[in-house]
């Protein structure tokens, strides 16, 4: 275990035999490899330098991240003020089984939002260090306390038919279809796995349809989905 009241700063590589918990009040800088069997990280942002990672495929069998209020995935860094695990951070990501992100609200009503810009996940048979962030026989698991919100591309490529995409909010699952998707491919780009979605509302629209759909009972809200946005 690693933890820090305030920042938390890997220099060095850390290697746990089973489980490896990272937690901190602050931020979590990765700046070497931190591996082990199981990983956990708590913590107000968490930052993976160049040339560093989180996990090992051969080794670790599941990595989980919890973030507080909201969570900021994938896309280009530059985001301040909020948890963000980048693109480019996520790649730095390595499981030969599950990774889950999770986002909790501190109390009811409290937040506890998820949103997804462009994330490109690798599935790997996990037999190489950083050649996957995901087993092939794996799962990527976004969960909230709040909603989960796509407002890019999430992809997981190299996927097998044991591969699975979950997410899982309480509130709301949204799709900004103008931009946002999920979707599991296998190494030739077809469809394959599973994307199991659990949530109290499901809506794939645009942001303005969104909008213009608040309040609305629904025969309102079928004839403005109707409407082709563009």
Known sequence: TLDAFGTLSVDGAVNAVNSLLLDAEGLIALNADAVGGTILVRGADLAIADGAALGDGPRTQSIEIVAVEELLLGGAAGNSGVYEIDNAEFARIHSAGDVAIRVVAVSAGGGGDLTVSDLAV??????TG?????????ELLLQS???VTFVGNAEITGATADTMLSIDALELVRINSASGGAHVLDANGAVTGTIDISTSDLVAATDAAFADIQGLDLIKIDARLALNDG
């Open 130 to 138: 950083t050649a996957q962030n995901i087993g092939q026989v794996g």
């Open 145 to 147: 306390d709040a909603s």
């Open 122 to 127: 690798l599935a790997g048979d996990g037999s």
